[in-house]
Each structure stands twice: as structure tokens, then as C-alpha cells.
């Protein structure tokens, strides 16, 4: 882990606990986990005690204390896309992964979410793969879209 | 750009901008929103770039503006060409060169790129003749297409910061409070708290820290209004908080918004450095000898954060658990301090009223429910988008007039209003009038915004399990009446869409549903059962129908639905049997397909992808699968075509 990138990080704020949330989507961001060493780190200098920093992790959706895969799918669940049928869609990555929302396949490949609306409901239901909006997906397309990723 | 000290200097900078720029000139604006964007558009600004410059055109013939969401998502990515108003729809990157040649240099429409009234197969070219747009009343998202987020210099060009001028120099802070009670401006967030009379709370404090907040956290699934104008018009949100915080006396203010939202982030930073350079953010604002400055606080995915108490707790770096009120943030808010917090929408109000006067607002509407309100019209409408209606207006028109109605011929079947708050509206109650009083007596709220039409293929069980869901894992377990209602109301859900629900279900969710109701510690548990009581208000029969029968209506209940192949009509072209990813449909070429009811496991993919003109996969629940037919009859010849 390169602990500069992380001091660069924690330095552009405040030194104040009330920083801390900022921070650390910042470090997720920028290595799309949070490692322990750099959490260790942002305990020291922003002078926040680790169970306090596990409280904010484990209640915010937006971090990750594991490494997530090459490729972020993230299955719009928002109610315009799951009246159009975002449950198939899901189940249909699911099958195709082997993993659910929230887990990463062995391999590093796949990280699996969900994501309460993007906000481009017209296209419903909608899958983002690593930031790339699919719109009007549908079981079957699903599986194509997700067969052109290595 | 210049720092400017004074109204006056404002004024010659705003001159010099509009002097600069021909009116005449043609300007091709391209709706580079979130959802246009997901269509395309990025490619079609490159494409339309691209072809000025290989036809020898340049920036002194022809502008292009990348501009925020007009609202018609449906049929992105979408350009007008100003000044004539001419609106193409669902352009692509190949349509550059006819637009440029065509429209730019000819000055002659694309036909085949307007709008076709559906209903009378009429072509319209200007953009205010769409129906879409023509019922609408577009006083705080019309500028969108206006101007480019980017610039500072296009918000000022349409009057941008006018308001800002008025309040700042011509008005006392008690003054503007005043204005906004005389507006009647109600909150925008989802209670609809009267606004004018929020602001006389924390201004009325003696307190020298105080906050101002704008609340972007915009959390209801299927709404995203917020975003259209932060991402649109991030400018008119920060004229409107920095009124506000001279006329609650706060020098320091909040903008806390979602990360899922990363063209809002983006925009509203450089907004608001450019609001700084400019010196309209900064100490001494146009020389009133008032300081005030924004930092912008990003949400890490958390829906109860929109709810205010746990929005200050998480702008304090701690999570985002509710807290009880009183004391409310107007007396003990951020950090201890006097707080006022309002929604983005809300926020975009407060020009209006200082430029236009307080009637601008106050004479739209119903009795209690003044002004514009935009919605998001999304689920099953044929125009998805976003409408900013008068309030008073039928949701009758908003979905039929405005949306189109429901596409491909099905049936209406209701309309969800309010998000994971909201409640289900059916078919007798779409002429009400849509305001904060008229929703609640039927059920439903007003909320942010959120308006999700469903037609016959929508489960009513299905969607108050979706909300219960969803709230389950949003609420914040820190009170047990929301923790473990609707933990419980969704395990009894569960049960009945499994098809082993039980006779007293329905009664049991009242119950437990009264209880979270009243019993819960802020807004989230507080409405959370809206969804399961309006479900079974309007669709008591759609319960039953799953508690007694076993039986899906909308054949959405996995458990209790199945499909069958109907062996008079599939023709054995071996489509849903290589797509069936469970394996589980026996066939071969000649051979009629017959699904292994063992191994299916519901997925739909074989009815998806069966070709209409067959139709040969059917949905079957409450009623037992037919027996398959036998191997020896399965042979067919010649009928594959």
C-alpha cells in the first residue's frame, strides 16, 4: 500500500474527526477497499478510535473492508427499474457470477451490488458495469453484456 | 474572471456577457445528463464537434452547449438547436452530419429527428409544442437546457444572481424571511413544512454560529428531480442558500449530497468555486458586509440520511442515526448551533421569489400547496421523465396527458407516490388533485417527488415486500419499533408471496404496521408501513388472492407461478431451450419443447425470448401445470418457419 497516496488523502481535510467520512470515500475511491493499514492510519492522524471507524464502515453502504474484483456490476434495484423486472436481472447476474450483492467470486473477476436508483429511470432496468450505464436489460442480454468482460 | 464588489459592477459584468453573445447565432444544446448520457450523448456531442469542424464551420458560426437534463429521458440523448427551438429526439453520433449540414447550414428541419404525435401522427418541431412539455410549467427546470453547469457566465446571462442583488441590498434579513412566509412556499423534501415559517425559527435565534443546509441526499428510489437540478442548474440551488443564509444570519453552509450521484458532486464543486472567484460566496458579498461560505459534504450511501437529524449526524462524522426532536436543528442543529436545512427543490424556490415577488409562488396552486412541484415520472409510462407541474393539477393529467399513459397496451393498475414513504394510489383516485392535503387523504404522500406508475404485470404483495425490503435494510436499527416492524411485516410478506401465507395475515400487518407507525423515533419507521396499509387498503383482493388461491395475479411471485410451453403453438425453433440457463427445457429441432418443471427455476428468460409470433410460452398460477405431452407426440414437420 503506498501510505503517501493515504497521508495526501487524509491531509486535503480538516484534521478533525468530523472529517472522517470524507476521508475514508476518498481512500475507497481511490484503492476501492479500505485496508487495514490505511485505516490505522487514518485512526492515528485524525484521532478517531478504530471501533469508531468500523461503527461508520459497517454503517455506510459505500465502503468495503475486502478488495473488490476487476469489475464492479452494479444491479439497479430502484423502484422504476424493479417494476420493469430488476429482480430477473439480478437473478440473471447472479447465476452468471455465482455470487450475490455484496460478495466478490473467487477469482477477483466480479463484485456484485445493488444500487437504489442511478437515476436514469427511462432505461429500466438498468446494470452499470465499471461506471458503463446497460440499459433495458432483460435476462437473456444480461448474460451477453457480462460475456464481453475478462 | 473579476471579483465583483458591488451590484453595480455585477451588472456591467452581466452586459459585457450579454453583449458578447449574438442572439441570432445558432446554438446546439445537448442534454448531457445522467440519463442522456447513459444513452450516448457523450458520442454525439463528439460526433457533432467533429462534423463543424470537417465542414469548415467554427466557433464564430455555430456554439454548442452542453447542457443539464430538460426532463424528457425517455427519448435521449436530446438537442435543440436555439434560437428557432428545434427539438431533435434519441439523436445519434451518425445524425451529425445531417444536423450540421442540414439544420445549421440550411436552416432546414430534420424530419426524421422531431417528435410524432403519437396520436395523430402530427411531426413537431419546437421543443414547447411536445405535448410532454406543453403541460407542464417549467419554472425551475426550464433553464436546464438554457444554460452549461460549467459556466457561470450562462446562469448570469439569464438573469442568474438577480435575486441574490435584491436580497442582499435592497432587503432586511427579516424582510426576505417575510417574503418567503408570503410566498407560501412548503418544503419540497417530503413533509412539507411551510418553508418561510422554518427560516423564523433559526433566524429568530440569538445565537452568532449558525448553519444553513441543503439536503441533496436524495434517497427514494425512482426519484431523482434533485439531481436533474443540481447536475442542470447547480447555480440557482446557491443563490438560493446564500439568501437564505443572509436572512437567517448564517455564515456557513452545508451542501450535502449523495456520492451515488458523482455529475452532481462535480458540478456543484465547480460551481461553487466559480460563485467564489466571482466573490458572490466569500466575505463581503457584493459589498453588504455579509460573509458566507459552502463546503459540499458527500453522502456514503445511507437513505436514512436524508432524514435531517441523521443528516447532521453524519455531517459530524459520525453515522447517520436519527435523533429525537425537539430540540429541532432550528434551536440545536449542526455542531449544537441553530440549523436550518432544506431540500434542493426548495432552495431553487428562493429565486423566484425574490426576483418575481412572493406571488409568483403564492398564486399557483391549491389552498395549502403553493407553486410548481417536479416529478419524476418513471416505471410503466411511456414518456419517463421529469414534469414540473402546478400543484393542483390531476394525476390523471401528469400520467396520461403528460406521460402518455401506459405503453403497449396495457392496463393501468396504480400509482405509487412518495417513495418508501408513499403509499399506492389505484385508478378511482386519479382525479384528485395532486397536493400535500389531497395525497394524504388517500393514502400516499407527496414526499420528493417519486411517481412510479404500475400496470396489470406489477404484484401489489410484490411491491410493498420491494419497500419493506428496502427499508429493512436502510433503517437504522437504533429503535426497535422500526428495527423489528418491519423486519416482522416483511417476514409475513415473504411468507405470502411463497404461497404459504395464512388466513389473519392481513389483519396482523395492520397491526404491526399501527404499531411501527406510532412508535417509531423518526420518519423512516414512521411511514414505513404506508406502502403495506395503502397496498391493502386499495388490493385487499390482491392478497387474498395470494393467502387463499396460491395465486399470483400478475404472475410475479416466483413461488407461485410457473410456465408452460403450449404444444399446439411452439414451433420447435429451439430459441428459449439454447437461452434457458437452467438447462431445463427438453427439445430438438422438430421436436415440440417441454419444460422439466423440476429443474425450472422461473427465471422467465424462455417467455422473454419466445418469439411474439409464436407465443407459445405461457404463465401459469394458482392452476396446475397440464401433464407434458408424451415423447411420441412431440414430432412435428415443416412448422418451423
Known amino acids: 500500500m503506498d501510505t503517501g497516496k493515504i497521508e495526501n488523502i487524509i491531509d486535503k481535510y480538516p484534521s478533525d474527526p468530523s472529517s472522517l467520512i470524507q476521508v475514508l470515500i476518498d481512500i475507497q475511491s481511490e484503492l476501492r477497499w479500505l485496508p487495514k ?7 492515528k492522524k485524525l484521532d478517531v478510535a478504530m471501533s469508531r471507524i468500523q461503527h461508520i464502515i459497517t454503517f455506510y453502504k459505500a465502503f468495503s473492508i475486502v478488495p473488490k474484483g476487476r469489475h464492479e456490476v452494479h444491479v439497479c434495484t430502484g423502484t422504476a427499474c424493479h417494476v420493469r423486472g430488476a429482480t430477473r436481472v439480478l437473478n440473471a447476474v447472479e447465476g452468471h457470477t455465482g455470487i450475490s450483492p455484496g460478495e466478490t467470486d473467487q477469482d477477483l473477476k466480479f463484485s456484485l451490488d445493488t444500487v437504489s436508483c442511478v437515476g436514469c429511470c427511462a432505461l429500466g432496468p438498468v446494470m452499470v458495469v465499471d461506471g458503463e450505464y446497460h440499459g433495458n436489460m432483460g435476462s437473456a442480454k444480461t448474460e451477453q453484456v457480462l460475456k464481453n468482460y475478462e | 474572471m473579476p471579483r465583483i464588489n458591488s451590484p453595480a459592477e455585477l451588472e456591467e459584468f452581466r452586459k459585457d456577457i450579454i453583449s458578447k453573445r449574438d442572439p441570432d447565432k445558432p446554438c446546439i444544446a445537448v442534454c448531457t445528463g445522467t440519463g442522456c448520457l447513459a444513452l450516448g450523448a457523450g458520442k ?5 464537434k467533429e462534423e463543424i469542424k470537417k465542414q469548415g464551420l467554427d466557433t464564430k458560426v455555430v456554439d454548442i452547449r452542453e447542457t443539464g437534463c430538460p426532463g424528457f429521458c425517455e427519448r435521449g440523448p436530446i438537442v435543440v438547436i436555439n434560437p428557432e427551438e428545434i427539438c431533435y429526439l434519441q439523436v445519434q453520433p451518425d445524425d451529425a452530419q445531417e444536423i450540421i449540414s442540414q439544420t445549421i447550414v440550411g436552416k432546414k428541419v430534420v424530419e426524421r429527428l422531431v417528435y410524432i404525435d403519437p396520436s395523430n401522427n402530427e411531426k413537431i418541431v419546437h421543443e414547447s409544442d411536445i405535448p410532454f412539455y406543453k403541460n407542464q410549467m417549467r419554472h425551475l427546470i426550464g433553464n436546464n437546457i438554457k444554460i452549461d453547469p460549467k459556466s457561470i457566465e450562462d446562469y448570469l446571462a439569464v438573469g442568474g444572481y438577480l435575486a441574490l442583488v435584491k436580497a442582499l441590498i435592497e432587503q432586511t434579513p427579516e424582510q426576505v424571511v417575510q417574503l418567503v412566509k408570503d410566498s407560501k412556499l412548503r418544503g419540497r423534501g417530503g413533509a412539507g413544512f411551510p418553508a418561510g415559517i422554518k427560516w423564523g425559527f433559526a433566524a429568530g435565534s440569538k445565537e452568532k ?4 443546509i441543503v439536503n441533496a441526499d436524495e434517497g427514494d428510489p425512482g426519484a431523482f428531480m434533485d439531481r436533474a437540478l443540481l447536475e442542470g ?9 446564500i439568501i437564505g443564509a443572509y436572512a437567517i444570519g448564517a455564515n456557513e453552509g452545508y451542501l450535502y449530497v449523495r456520492q451515488e450521484y458523482p455529475l452532481a458532486v462535480e458540478n456543484v464543486t465547480l460551481a461553487i468555486k466559480q460563485v467564489e472567484e466571482l466573490g458572490l460566496i466569500g466575505e463581503n458579498i457584493l459589498g453588504s458586509g455579509f460573509d458566507f461560505k459552502i463546503t459540499v459534504h458527500q453522502g456514503a450511501g445511507a437513505f436514512v440520511c436524508g432524514e435531517e437529524t441523521a443528516l447532521l449526524a453524519s455531517l459530524e462524522g459520525k453515522p447517520g442515526e436519527p435523533k429525537a426532536r425537539p430540540p429541532f436543528p432550528a434551536v440545536k442543529g449542526l455542531f449544537g448551533k441553530p440549523t436550518n436545512i432544506n431540500n434542493v427543490e426548495t432552495w431553487s424556490n428562493i429565486p423566484l421569489i425574490l426576483k418575481n415577488g412572493p406571488e409568483y409562488i403564492s398564486s399557483i396552486g391549491t389552498e395549502n400547496s403553493k407553486g410548481t412541484k417536479i416529478f419524476s415520472l ?20 401528469i400520467i396520461f396527458t403528460i406521460g402518455g399513459g401506459v405503453p403497449g397496451g396495457k392496463k393501468f393498475k396504480a400509482v405509487q407516490t412518495g417513495g418508501p414513504s408513499g403509499g399506492c394510489i389505484p385508478e378511482e383516485h386519479l382525479d384528485i388533485k395532486v397536493d400535500f392535503d389531497e395525497l394524504a387523504k388517500v393514502g400516499a404522500i407527496m414526499g420528493s417527488g417519486g ?9 401489489m404483495i410484490d411491491v410493498a ?11 437504522c436499527g437504533k429503535c426497535s419499533p422500526c428495527r423489528e416492524g418491519i423486519t416482522h411485516m416483511l417476514s409475513i410478506m415473504n411468507r405470502i408471496s411463497e404461497g404459504k401465507g395464512r388466513e389473519g395475515d392481513i389483519e396482523l400487518l395492520e397491526e404491526l404496521a399501527m404499531s411501527t407507525k406510532n412508535a417509531s423515533l423518526c420518519a423512516l419507521g414512521g411511514s414505513a408501513p404506508n406502502p403495506v396499509l395503502s397496498t391493502i387498503r386499495y388490493f385487499r383482493e390482491e392478497y387474498e388472492s395470494h393467502i387463499r388461491e396460491k395465486r399470483c395475479p400478475a404472475f410475479v411471485c416466483k413461488d407461485l407461478i410457473a410456465y408452460y410451453i403450449d404444444p399446439e403453438k411452439c414451433k420447435a425453433c429451439m430459441i428459449c431451450s439454447r437461452k434457458c440457463p437452467a438447462e431445463a427445457i427438453i427439445g430438438a429441432k422438430e421436436q415440440i419443447h417441454v419444460i422439466d418443471q423440476e429443474k425450472c427455476t ?3 428468460t424462455c417467455y422473454e425470448v419466445c418469439p411474439p409470433r409464436f407465443g407459445a410460452v405461457t404463465r401459469l398460477s394458482g392452476e396446475p401445470v397440464p401433464p407434458p405431452i408424451p415423447e411420441k407426440e412431440r414430432t412435428i414437420v415443416g412448422k418451423s418457419d
Open chain 1, 37 to 43: 493499514e490505511a485505516l490505522n492510519l487514518v485512526s
Open chain 2, 44 to 48: 454525439v456531442v463528439a460526433a457533432l
Open chain 2, 209 to 212: 454560529k449558525k448553519y444553513v
Open chain 2, 233 to 241: 442548474n447547480p447555480f440557482a440551488v446557491l443563490e438560493g442558500l
Open chain 2, 378 to 397: 418513471v416505471g410503466k409510462v411511456t414518456n419517463t421523465g421529469l414534469v414540473e407541474v402546478p400543484m393542483g393539477i390531476s394525476l390523471r393529467d
Open chain 2, 451 to 459: 411517481m412510479i406508475v404500475m400496470d396489470e404485470d406489477t404484484c
Open chain 2, 465 to 475: 415486500k420491494y419497500f419493506l425490503e428496502f427499508l429493512s435494510g436502510e433503517s
Open chain 2, 602 to 604: 422461473n427465471c422467465g
